[in-house]
């Protein structure tokens, strides 16, 4: 393994612990609590995808006329990690992205989708972020999240981007949801074979192939400057950081749903 690998690794072990043990995965008893846990982790599932298209952006020629842009390896690496996230298959064989996929599941158990909806709808239709924070009524945590990794989108700075996007979701994701995947279609057998079909494509992907595939490619664009690891591994820490306080808020809203 590489050595700025393995430093990166030893740094945010303890915010990776105590993300996949989290109270919020104890929390959740019954269908009502799930749909609180979805109308939060949403919004990182939509996010995931602007860092996916920020880093394509940046790491291969996106405009007309076509050039070839940067390193081959790394352009291989991003396209083959897009097309597996933004078209990958369903239940029933068809083709869609992973948010569109998370969206299906929400529809299926009845989870609340108002809320993202009219974000992404807002944005689509030329409102800036501020009025769809405030038309949707995201929560607080949410927003602190999607601020975040839209302020490591706008740095412009790719290998920041494939940090956050490494450490902070693609290495992260399967050990998070191995820690509740067993017991989600134990808990609520109706209404979330969607859901579970998305956590298993999760933690099949990005658990193995994706996840190999981000490691090389931050390796690749940190190359062998101390400076762009030590901006990476802050990077991936404030990362970590802000998702224990999405995962705060849905907890807490759990909580204030059974009192």
């Keep these: ?36 846990f979805m109308k939060y982790h949403v919004y990182a599932v939509w996010d995931f995808m602007s860092l996916l298209t920020a880093l394509q952006n940046n790491l291969t020629c996106t405009s007309i006329p076509w050039f070839p842009k940067g390193s081959a390896d790394t352009r291989f690496l991003i396209n083959e990690i897009v097309v597996g996230e ?41 409102g800036d972020f501020e009025a769809a924070y405030l038309v949707s009524g995201t929560p607080e945590e949410a927003r602190s999240f999607v601020d975040f990794t839209f302020n490591v989108i706008g740095s412009n700075k790719d290998y920041l981007q494939a940090a956050i996007f490494t450490f902070g979701r693609e290495d992260l994701i399967p050990g998070m949801f191995l820690s509740i995947v067993n017991d989600i279609h134990k808990n609520f057998p109706d209404s979330i074979s969607i859901f579970k079909y998305y956590l298993e494509r999760h933690i099949e992907v990005d658990g193995d192939h994706h996840s190999h595939l981000a490691l090389e490619m931050t390796a690749q664009l940190c190359g062998n400057s101390a400076e762009l690891w030590q901006e990476a591994e802050k990077a991936t820490i404030e990362s970590l950081h802000r998702r224990i306080s999405l995962w705060d808020g849905a907890y807490g809203e759990i909580m204030r749903r059974h009192a």
Excluded: W
């Design 1 to 36: 393994m590489n050595e700025r690998i393995a430093q990166i690794k030893t740094a945010i072990e303890p915010l990776r612990q105590q993300i996949i043990h989290h109270k919020l995965y104890a929390a959740i008893k019954d269908i009502d609590d799930l749909k609180v």
């Design 86 to 126: 933004e078209s990958d298959v369903d239940l029933h064989g068809n083709r869609k992205s992973h948010f569109e996929l998370y969206l299906d599941a929400m529809h299926q158990c009845g989870a609340d989708t108002s809320r993202i909806e009219k974000f992404t709808k807002t944005l689509v239709d030329g």
